[in-house]
Every structure is written in structure tokens, then in C-alpha cells.
């Protein structure tokens, strides 16, 4: 059984930063690319960064592209999104989530955790 677990949102002022962490539990690790979503009240959910099994292939979102970077620690079993320079249009529940399978665009993701609240204040 696979379970994510988010943890490091908060409130923050604009031009802050936060780490957050997503740690999951389950065999083989190390061999999951794994993604980070969030989701903004009235707003759908929107595919943030992602990264692949070893950490040498990353891709984001325009919107976070500069500020954000994800990252991973596969014997930790843990998934980091390191936010910088954040503005108050990033305030959103932050989930993280497993790909099921492949690369790019249009993937599809079977895991989720159950989200972690990132408020950014101006």
C-alpha cells in the first residue's frame, strides 16, 4: 500500500519561502516519479513540478518556473518543492502524487497525499 504524506505549508509574507516535504511509504521509491499539484479555492487543480525516479529530469509549470525546485532524497523516501520568492496567486493546498506510469503532459497519477496548506500573504 502506497501513502503520501505532505508536510511544511504554512503562512508566509510575499517574497518569502517554504520547503515542503512528502514522504511515502511503500517498496521502490527510488523507482517512482513523483509530482507536486496544488489547488486553489475555486479554482481546479493545477500540475505543478514534477521529477523523475533518480532526480535527473525536472519539469514545472510556467507559473513556478525560477521560483520553485523540486527535488528528492530516495533514502529517505521523500519528495521536497522548495518555494521562493513566493506571491500571494501562489496560496494554495499543495498535494503531492506518484506518476503511474511515463513522462510529460497528460500522465496519469494513482497516489495522492492529502495536501498541505501554503498561504501567502502580501
Known amino acids: 500500500q502506497v501513502r503520501l504524506v505532505e508536510s511544511g505549508g504554512g503562512l508566509v509574507q510575499a517574497g518569502g519561502s517554504l520547503r515542503l516535504s512528502c514522504t511515502a511509504s511503500g517498496r521502490s521509491f527510488s523507482s517512482w516519479t513523483m509530482g507536486w499539484f496544488r489547488q486553489a479555492p475555486g479554482k481546479e487543480r493545477e500540475f505543478v513540478a514534477c521529477i523523475n525516479y533518480s532526480g535527473s529530469g525536472t519539469d514545472y509549470a510556467d507559473s513556478v518556473k525560477g521560483r520553485f525546485t523540486i527535488s528528492r532524497a530516495n533514502a529517505k523516501n521523500t519528495v521536497y518543492l522548495q518555494m521562493d520568492s513566493l506571491k500571494p496567486e501562489d496560496t494554495a493546498v499543495y498535494y503531492c502524487?506518484?506518476?503511474?506510469?511515463?513522462w510529460g503532459p497528460g500522465v496519469k497519477y494513482d497516489y495522492w497525499g492529502q495536501g498541505t496548506q501554503v498561504t501567502v500573504s502580501s
Open positions: 502524487a506518484r506518476v503511474l506510469t511515463g
